[in-house]
């Protein structure tokens, strides 16, 4: 077979942009990323302003100070080279026992999930976990992969629906599938790398990271007939407490290092009841 320059100008530029599209992850993974990461937290940002439409939020000073203490001490110790600074932190007033993050810099933490996340760093489990799903940019990962099949069209345009809102598979593929009742889970990979990313995350503000261990173990006590929302999209709690055992020693360290450098959030949960 004979390359014309004209045929092999058009593989260099397909491999070139291929590799362009292709990012390592916080734990070395490669990526297939297409969409510009701005555009992706363009969309964070609006699939949040949305939620904001559509859902009351808590005004309990009590509770939204002591969410907002969680995350913010959380946010505080994110790399640098991650960008965002500004977080955004919303407590939503609903008995989902759940939490999401939106690249954008956005946090939404359900009322119900203090049932589940009963001491400040349980709490800081499951925003940390959310918050590693948006600095290893898993939001543009899943978009990429579903879109990638239809290269050629506009893959902006598809993400936006009539009247200008996100539709809902670009919400589900943003990481609110259990808010717009498509079950669309994050892969096993991600979900691990979200868990690891999280657990050093909790460890680095302050909050002792075995508490992660019991987070999962309420979250499983808390299954039974109508299991917290959270699970639907997520895998079960005994596949990752044995992986969070594994990374504890090294989690602890950056715990006994935050201490050591005075950060130790000393956040208040709101009175039961
Ligand atoms: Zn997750």
């Known amino acids: ?96 026992v759940n939490a999401f993050a939106l690249p954008g810099g956005k946090i939404g933490v359900y009322s119900g999930l203090l049932e589940v996340a009963q001491t400040p760093a349980q709490l800081a489990t499951v925003i940390a976990h959310e918050v590693g799903h948006v600095l290893a940019q898993h939001a543009n990962e899943r978009l990429s992969t579903n879109f990638a099949t239809q290269v050629g069209l506009n893959v902006l345009s598809i993400a936006v629906g009539a009247g200008g809102f996100l539709n809902r598979q670009t919400l589900a593929l943003l990481g609110l599938g259990a808010q717009v009742g498509i079950i669309l889970p994050f892969s096993r990979t991600q979900e691990s790398a979200a868990d690891t990313i999280g657990q ?26 109508r299991p917290p929302q959270f699970l639907s999209t997520h895998p079960s709690p005994s596949t990752r407490i044995d992986d969070l055992r594994d990374q504890l020693p090294e989690a602890m360290n950056l715990y006994e290092r935050a201490q050591f450098e005075g950060r130790n959030p000393q956040c208040k949960p709101p009175r039961a009841g």
């Open 1 to 96: 077979m004979r390359i014309t320059s004209r045929s092999a100008c058009v593989i260099i530029t397909a491999c070139s942009l291929w590799l362009a599209a292709c990012e390592t992850s916080p734990t070395g993974r490669s990526q297939l990323m297409l969409f510009p990461e701005d555009k992706v937290q363009a969309m964070g940002v609006q699939a949040y302003r949305e939620m904001k439409q559509k859902l009351p939020s808590v005004d309990d000073p009590e509770v939204t100070s002591y969410v907002h203490c969680v995350a913010e001490a959380i946010t505080r110790v994110i790399p640098e080279k991650y960008g965002e600074t500004n977080w955004e932190v919303t407590v939503f007033a609903s008995d989902q």
């Open 200 to 225: 050093k995350l909790m460890a680095r503000a302050g909050f002792n990271p075995r508490q992660s261990i019991m987070l999962w173990q309420n979250m499983r006590k808390a299954g039974g007939a």
